[in-house]
C-alpha cells in the first residue's frame, strides 16, 4: 500500500496549499505508473521553507543560482552581513549600496545588477507582497516575477512550489524532473517537456505533488 501523511487539518498551517492527504490518493487512482514511484518512495512529506517575502525569497534565489550549495550560503551570509543588524535588507537599502560593496561579497556583476533590479521591482509593486502573491495564479505569479532581470519561469517555479506550497505546478525544464519521468517510464532517453506535459494532464491539479514523487524516482536505485 502507498503511505501518506497522517494529518489533514493542519495543512495550511504547514504551508500546503491544498490536502496532501487527497493528492496523494488522487494522483495514485490517477496514473499506475505513478503509483509504483508512490509504494517505493514512503511518505509525502514535503513542507514548504517559509519566507518574509518574496523580495527575501527572490534575493537568496538570485545568489544560488549557478553556485553549490555550499559557495552560495558563504555568499548569501556575507551579502546579509554587509546590512547588519537588519537579518535581511529592505529594497532601499540594497538600491543605496554601491556596486562594488555588492561585489565584495563575492557576487558576480549580473547577480548584482539583478539584485538591485529585484529591489526596483520590489518598490514600483511588480513583485507584490507575500499576502498579495496568495491572492494570485501560478501563471500571474509566473508573468510578474519573471519580468525581474535574471528570474526566469523555473526559477519561479520552484519558488511555487518550495515558498508557496502551490499544489499544480509542473517544471518540465528542471534536469531532475526529466530524470524522474525517464525512469519511472522506463524511457531509454530524457523526454522532451511535451512528453511530460501530455502524460501530466491526469496529474491534475496536483502536478507539484507528482513532480515531487518524480524527484524521489530520479534517486531511486
Not at 510578474?144 to 518540465?172: H, K, N, S, Y
Not at 530524457?190 to 496536483?206: D, G, S
Request: with cysteine; aromatic share 8%.
Amino acid at each position: 500500500m502507498f503511505t501518506v501523511v497522517k494529518a489533514t487539518t493542519t495543512a495550511r498551517r504547514d504551508g500546503l496549499c491544498f490536502d496532501p492527504v487527497e493528492a496523494v490518493r488522487y494522483l495514485v487512482a490517477a496514473d499506475s505508473r505513478l503509483r509504483w514511484i508512490v509504494e517505493r518512495s514512503g511518505p509525502f512529506d514535503f513542507r514548504p521553507e517559509r519566507t518574509q517575502s518574496l523580495f527575501a525569497a527572490l534575493l537568496e534565489a538570485i545568489v544560488y543560482q549557478q553556485l553549490t550549495g555550499k559557495a552560495a550560503e558563504t555568499i548569501l551570509g556575507r551579502v546579509l552581513a554587509l546590512f547588519t543588524p537588519r537579518r535581511y535588507p529592505t529594497p532601499h537599502d540594497l538600491l543605496l549600496l554601491p556596486h562594488a560593496r555588492l561585489r565584495s561579497a563575492g557576487l558576480s556583476r549580473n547577480k548584482t545588477l539583478a539584485l538591485q533590479d529585484l529591489a526596483r521591482r520590489v518598490l514600483d509593486g511588480t513583485v507584490p507582497s507575500l499576502a498579495a502573491a496568495r491572492r494570485m495564479s501560478d501563471e500571474e505569479l509566473i508573468h510578474r516575477l519573471t519580468a525581474v532581470r535574471g528570474v526566469g519561469r523555473w526559477t519561479v517555479e520552484m519558488l511555487l512550489i518550495f515558498r508557496l506550497g502551490r499544489a499544480d505546478v509542473l517544471p518540465v525544464s528542471d534536469l531532475g524532473v526529466r530524470k524522474g519521468f525517464q525512469k519511472t517510464f522506463g524511457m531509454r532517453r530524457l523526454p522532451a517537456a511535451v512528453t511530460i506535459t501530455r502524460r501530466a494532464e491526469r496529474w491534475r491539479p496536483y502536478r507539484s505533488v507528482a513532480s515531487w514523487f518524480l524527484w524521489r524516482a530520479a534517486e531511486l536505485d
